[in-house]
């Protein structure tokens, strides 16, 4: 008998939070956050979907770089919470 072990396996989560609430919460139940891969704001009624992927749209630029090194912190971690979303916004 062969026995392969744990190959192990991801899950994708989307992740939605209103600018009230100004945090984000993000956990795995099982295993550890490994990349994140988008983020930004879509105006209220707007497909929650616009800004995955988009480096040109509406969500381009919306929050400053802190916030991108914030997220990288949770790299490794099974929950993160970033707080006060409010002053990662770029203010034109």
Known sequence: MMSM???GFSTTK???SGMEANQVL????????SR??????NAKGEDA????QNTKGACYDVFN??????LNSCIGSDSC???NLKKYVVKN
């Open 5 to 7: 072990g744990n190959w």
């Open 36 to 41: 994140i891969v988008s983020f930004g704001i």
């Open 65 to 70: 770089s802190t916030l991108q090194e914030n």
């Open 81 to 83: 919470k970033t707080n």
């Open 14 to 16: 989307c992740v939605s």
């Open 49 to 52: 979907e616009l800004c995955l």
């Open 26 to 33: 993000m956990s795995c139940e099982t295993g550890q956050i």
